[in-house]
């Protein structure tokens, strides 16, 4: 059986979140805050850690069959890897921002203009899309200082929450790209069987993310009420209670309408509704 070797991010945002869905995969890993190298004792497989920069290159070489990185870094790379799962954590969106004072109301007007940012190559792009000729200054750092020290007139940075903008005089101004935690690969690793395992243990996690179980009593004379708003996996689970008049009813329910679910069974005739977490969902 082959060792496959995934690259993950050694410190930064995306960090946490991939070591806890590798985790949450069942894998059983230590060493990995002071090591760059943490082999996995219970599934084939070595986890690298390093600077997200490199991850697309390591991957696209062979080098690592597999990462975990955001895809403003993939784009930007321009490696050549298979993107084989969305992981749904790490989301931002990489925008042009422009000083709070700044009369600029369209990109047209960003014509001539100086553009601070760490992602070059996807904002050239942009521009390029947008017919507007800027000059994009290539900054590594902190870009937002950009127009306060007269080096750019806006800046192209990753915005989460906006609060760097703000603290820095900024407001967001046009929208680049979205961005979220990518499983790559190289090419014809999807073809693995070690890979495709790991990925089945991924996409059982973060189907068992997006529902709730739910176990609720009903009387049988509302049964068919509560089971046309219950779905499940294929359908609900109904079990015989002692008083006869009176079934359980197991189901899943997805986490985006939750509590849209829960008021329409208790108005369609649900008692004693117990939600749960579920911790993985096997297709």
Avoid at 53 to 66: F, H, L, R, S, T
Avoid at 171 to 198: C, N, R
């Amino acid at each position: 059986m082959k060792t496959l070797k995934i690259a993950i991010q050694k410190s930064g945002r995306l960090n946490e979140k991939s070591v806890e869905i590798l985790k949450n995969c069942g894998l059983s890993f230590e060493n990995y805050k002071s090591s760059l190298i943490s082999t996995v004792t219970n599934f084939p497989l070595e986890i690298l850690f390093l600077r997200d920069d490199d991850i697309p290159e390591y991957v696209q070489d062979g080098i690592a069959d597999i990462g975990i990185v955001g895809e403003n870094v993939i784009v930007e790379s321009g490696a050549d890897v298979t993107y084989l799962q969305r992981l749904g954590f790490g989301k931002c969106t990489l925008k042009i921002a422009i000083p709070n004072e700044s009369r600029i109301t369209e990109i047209a007007q960003l014509e001539g203009k100086a553009i601070a940012t760490s992602y070059p190559v996807i904002l050239e792009k942009y521009l390029k899309d947008n017919h507007v000729n800027a000059e994009v200054r290539t900054i590594s750092g902190s870009v937002e200082i950009g127009p306060g020290l007269g080096l750019s007139d806006a800046i192209c940075d990753i915005v989460s929450t906006g609060g760097t903008l703000k603290s820095n005089g900024l407001k967001p101004f046009s929208e680049v790209m979205k961005s979220e935690a990518i499983l790559i690969g190289s090419k014809g690793s999807e073809l693995l069987p070690e890979v495709q395992e790991l990925l089945q243990r991924i996409l059982s996690v973060l189907r068992a993310k997006e529902t709730k179980y739910v176990v609720l009593n009903v009387a049988k004379t509302n049964l068919k009420k509560v089971v046309d708003l219950l779905p499940g996996v294929k359908s609900p689970t109904v079990v015989p209670l002692f008083d006869e008049e009176w079934v359980a009813v197991h189901s899943v329910i997805a986490e985006h309408d939750f509590w849209e679910k829960i008021n329409s069974l208790k108005a369609a005739g649900a008692q004693g509704i117990v939600v749960m977490p579920i911790e993985k969902i096997i297709a």
